[in-house]
């Protein structure tokens, strides 16, 4: 995936979110989770109507409040505005894309 995500151009557009908001999932799974944080912010500003990247972007930043405490309330508030921004978009607009690798 890193090396899709290093060049771009070979991946089409349909399926370069799902590329991105992917690896930040393996990416929190594998307990990187700024490094995921980081994956799902680049792929929300490309795609500011990704859902899936919004709201596990927002679950990450709450898993991590209190690692900084002179950031935590500036935390709390990334993760609330980034989960509730994924529960308001309508459905029709979401851009929802789960890959499953086994």
């Not at 929300?44 to 679950?59: S, T």
Request: overall charge positive; glycine content about 4%.
């Amino acid at each position: 995936m890193q090396n899709l995500l290093i060049d771009k151009n070979q991946v089409g557009p349909n399926l370069l979110p799902s590329i991105m908001a992917n690896y930040g999932n393996i990416l929190d799974n594998l307990g990187r989770t700024i490094e995921a944080i980081d994956q799902y912010l680049d792929c929300i500003e490309l795609y500011p109507k990704h859902a899936v990247a919004m709201a596990n972007c927002g679950i990450a930043i709450k898993r991590i409040l209190w690692t900084s405490e002179s950031h935590a309330t500036k935390n709390v508030y990334a993760a609330w505005q980034l989960l509730s921004s994924a529960c308001k978009i309508k459905k029709k607009e979401r851009t929802i894309s789960i890959i499953n690798i086994e």
